[in-house]
């Protein structure tokens, strides 16, 4: 009975449906009412850029994972956080270079243990990007005294990493380890060491000045160099004196053109 009741209120709906249309009458406007089917679900929420390329820092495709990780820190967003720190221990060393960078940008402190970590990376690239990081995020006391020793210390990529690091730091107190530094067996320590300190600038000018009379010629050519390639005018006398006397050739020559230098020459 209730079927047959049911048809035929289906079949009066549609012809009076039907005969509207033929007269040219407009349907009532009375809202239609839906109901969902049985076993329909929600759609999925759309996957933001952050969850994205957080999910994408564990593709096993190295260049998807090495564009997640930079695009998180054009984001910037903290979120990112925990995925980048795992990502510094990836196994492509673009990856690693590019979550160092991008905790950098993102400059939560929590990231410098990890950060100083990487000054050790046997990659070049790896540990500029920490070591810009941490210029940019900024260490505290002990940390800094960390990264001292460790331009004093034994293993070549640590004596790198410190080097660039402190040059990026640009804390005064950094000068004179940085000036001993110049003194060591290896020339890319020497270089980085003597790149820090023009980086560091003003304040390291005094000791600089006074390592142009330095017993090493080692210290007295890179300080000659670094003051020249300031164009520091406080040292242009004491340049002229090397320059005349220094009793090492290359010291000489160096100390006149970073004098040729500062004059505009």
């Known amino acids: 009975m209730r ?34 089917t049985a076993g329909a679900q929600e759609a999925p929420r759309a996957e933001n850029k952050v969850e994205k390329n957080i999910r994408l820092l564990k593709s096993g495709d190295a260049k998807q994972r090495k564009q997640a990780a930079e695009m998180l820190g054009t984001i910037g967003n903290p979120g990112a956080f925990p995925g980048l720190m795992d990502a510094l221990e990836d196994e492509d060393p673009k990856v690693r270079a590019n979550a160092a960078e991008a905790l950098g ?3 939560d402190p929590g990231a410098i243990p990890g950060l100083i970590d990487m ?28 990264i001292l020793e460790m331009l004093t210390g034994d293993v070549l990529q640590e004596k ?9 730091i640009k804390d005064a107190k950094a000068v004179p380890a940085l000036l001993e530094a110049l003194k060591d067996e290896d020339k890319d320590v ?3 060491a003597a790149w820090a300190l023009e ?9 600089l000045i006074k390592a142009l009379k330095d017993e090493n010629p080692k ?25 005349e006397n220094d009793p090492n050739e290359t010291v000489r020559k ?3 053109r970073a004098a040729n230098l500062i004059e505009g020459k």
């Open 199 to 207: 980086n560091i600038g003003k304040p390291a000018v005094p000791a």
């Open 3 to 36: 079927k047959t009741r049911r048809g035929q209120f289906l079949k009066r709906v549609v012809t009076a449906a039907c005969a509207m249309a033929f007269l040219g009458l407009a349907p009532r406007t009375e809202p239609v009412l839906t109901f969902p």
């Open 254 to 256: 160096t100390a006149q």
């Open 190 to 192: 020497n270089e980085l």
């Open 119 to 146: 000054l050790r990376d046997l990659h070049g690239n790896v540990r500029i990007s920490a070591a810009v990081a941490l210029g940019i995020i900024r260490v505290n006391d002990q940390q800094f005294e960390t």
């Open 219 to 243: 210290v007295r050519f890179r300080a000659a160099w670094v003051l020249g390639s300031m164009r520091e005018i406080m040292a242009l006398p004491d340049l002229i004196i090397l320059a």
């Open 105 to 107: 940008k993102i400059g």
């Open 160 to 168: 790198w990493g410190a080097a660039v690091a402190l040059g990026e």
